[in-house]
């Protein structure tokens, strides 16, 4: 078996580097060199897909070194249950995204052709890695690769945005390199399986922790460390979008759990996971239910799924910390069916995205409507991915929702003190926040982009997408419904994996996960399946009886306008005023000087939402680093002299150092 | 077996029931303001009459506006099945009435009803979906807490043994706990249901209505249908009021059922008596401010939680 394993992680790394050749072969058409790309991604993620069932339905922990000339030079990997998992959901995801892309088309340049395996293959290659050196490199691989790809698309906006990510993820790399490089110099090697932390101050030891938590919660898109996210995301090309949002911001909670692992956990940590986590679930959907373009919205909706793993993973933590492994079993349960669920849906819906931006033209909600007439089929697919964004019963998100919110529970009645029965009691109130608004951003969502009559010429004469993107949409809301439908299949995949996190017994034993609980949901589900079904068969009956004449909608004797059908904007309104204390909305209505007082001219409305992190918290502090860095700037006067002397002193420093030290 | 016959029982009795509440509480409301009032079936005429109806629709709406009836009444149905009632018999089936899908059962009939109102096309469906969703979004963390509060001390989730626990524990009713969380219940319960001082169920305004906004675009059965389901609805929220906060005592014996039954619709009737005294006492809530009260029962929620666990 291991070497089926072996010979299958081989080929997904050849299929990749195939793919990126692929995309230098075609020279005809404008989009052939994508064509091939995707193939070979295609195929790489059903390779990927393979290996990993395999890894986690045999229990087999598949490692292998390489060594270099040096003997410092040494990569080594490893799959074990939680790699197999998220390596699952990355090939599941990739294999659907490439199908997807052999129909796409805007904004597709020859460097997404390029870039986009080797950034798969870096995800790949992260999940894999067993030691410090080959996730740093792989983790700077995903990060300039995801950079290229953002700034693939047209415009000045990606450039921005991506110049931007550019800036944050190195500002979060940063951290993790001083926390893991730390942490191998405390354990005196790079091989995870060397890692520990026995001989560290706790002070020293909170410190990596927080820095950890910096770093991978910038990749993670937590608040406030989150700006960049709603800006790269939209920026990238409809398939780019859906693998950045479906799979890299969880390679970063995939690297927080893993070196979490090497800690011994404490319990304030899990707290703060959990408070950050909360926050970002809320402010996340909160911006998602104001934000007026399709894919910004899809961004900031990340934010809260992320907010929501992070609070997960909080849990993970405190279960770790409290030394019970029923808790830590459930968590880590919870988290990773969220993750399933929020890689396939958010691709989905990123998928979709892209379907109107080809089919429609804009992504603008408040220039789309009627669209459930012309792309029926799309709407239908978009409908149950926005189910599962809702977390409804019937789709993935509910199942994934339900175990975070009975985990909760448990957590709230295993915690000893009061005051992490207060916090969990403050996370249950955050995700029920945040799950009320997520059903209002995603009826908004729905509602204003596919349904009423259509607010603009392009929605007018929008058209179905063609057959591969079709095709992958289905795939992906087909999942959800399996997922949702049938959720011990989820189930079996997840006791596979979390069963070995490969560190101690904690999670090994774990009660809760061996059937009762997900007994209970699954007889749930068919307890409200049957009754549906009653209601269908009922319904089918009396179908005949049910008549009806076409009309007109009552508009109070009205014609009715397009206009008068309700925007995204205008949907978000209740919205903006009940949350007014912290949006803090700007509104101006301009009144141009009427002609005469009786026939006013037009009005003007302008509304804007002040971005109180960027206003209050990044802005202060880049000019605060200009000033700095002009301070700096004199050291820096051009005089080889000055240099030369600079070293000297540096040198007599150094030596002083050694001597006397 | 006799189990199964008091699930059906109870089940019958709340369908039949829910509708009878909605006409009480209209009823008690005209007696206090001296008004002679609707017949008690008054409810029941009005969807006799809208199921002989024919319907129009809408040549705007697609397939998406004729789930929600189906969906809503399909919920209502089964939710009522599974939420313990007056006999307490729902601990016959293998599923509980987990608090969990309670809630999001009732948010996937919400989710769809809210699509259909802005499938029309005119202002009144978006402006009802808008404002319901939104209030619902608030109503969700207040209702979320209390209930959890409660399963907290209860030891599940499930509404069995929270209803056999408050109505066990003689400490329960007289603790601070109970006075918060229940009168923040009441307050999330009379936004839930679309009543005074939140929504006026009576009205067709567009300045007051919310949950009437979003279904005016449907006639006839279709009507009737949501309209049953809304009663239900209401009639399972106040259920569950009584069984947390004002418990029915187990009575033993031959006529306990009956002893159950009597006790039950007498409190029933005492908080929708309350209800519509708070309907009559209170002029509705301007809209933008009902956020406020939302917050306030939400409130109520954490300072209930604060008792519970210092």
Redesign the interface.
Known sequence: MKDWIEFGCGLIGLLYLAAVGGAFGGRTRQHRFYFWSNWGALAAGVVTVVVALLVLVTGVDWSATFQGPLAWMQLTFRLDGLAAFFLFTLGLLASLVAIYALGYECHITRSVAIFQPLFLLSLTGLLAASDILSFLFFWELMSLTSYFLIVAGSGGGPKKAGFLYLMMTQFGTAFIMLAVLTLAAGSGGTSFAGLNTAGMAPAWRGALLVALFIGFGTKAGIVPLHIWLPKAHPAAPAPVSALLSGFMIKAALYGLLRFVGFFQTEAWFGALLMLMGGISAVLGILYAFMAKDFKRLLAYCSIENMGLLFLTAGVFCWGYALGNGRLTGLALAALEMHLLNHALFKGLLFMSAGALLQGCGTVDLDKM??L??RMPQTACFT?IGC?AG?????VSG?VS??LI??ML?LA??LAPL?WM??IV?TG??????S???A??T???L???AF???PRSPQSRAAREVNRQMRLAMGLAAGCCLLLGIVPWLGWRLISFSSGRLGRDGAVASHPVMAGGLFG??S??L???LA??A???LT?WLVRR???????????CGAT?Q?S???TGT??????R??FGFWLRPQRRVLRPAAEHPLFPGPLEYRSQLPSHFEERLYRPGARLLLKVSAQVRRVQAGSIKLYLGYILAVLVLLLIYIRWF | MADFLGIGFQWLFGLLLAPVLGGAIKLAKARLQHRQGPPLLQPWYDLMKLFRKRMVLSGTTSWLFRVPPFLEIGVALGLLLVVPGPFRAGAAFPFGADLVALLYLMALARFFSALAGLDAGSAFGGMGSSREMTLAALIEPGLVLILFLLGFKAGSLSLNPLFHWAAQDPGWILSPLHLLTGVAYFMLMIAETGRIPVDNPDTHLELTMIHEGMILEYSGPFLALINWAAWIRQYLFFSIFIQLFWPVPAYGGFPGPFLSLADFCLKLALVGGLVALVESLLAKMRLLKAPRLLWAAFAFGVLGLLTAIF
């Open positions: 409507g009627g459930i007439q409908l189910m809702a977390g409804l019963p019937l509910f929702e339900w919110l009975q529970f709230a009645l009061a029965k207060l009691f249950i109130g955050m995700v029920a926040l799950a009320g608004l059903g209002a995603f009826v908004k729905f509602g204003t349904l009423a009559l209970e949901v007889g749930q068919a307890g409200i009754v549906l009653i209601v269908a319904v009886k049910l008549a009806w004449r076409t009309g007109t909608t009552w508009n009715l397009p008068m059908g309700y205008g949907f978000a309104k209740m919205g005023l009940a």
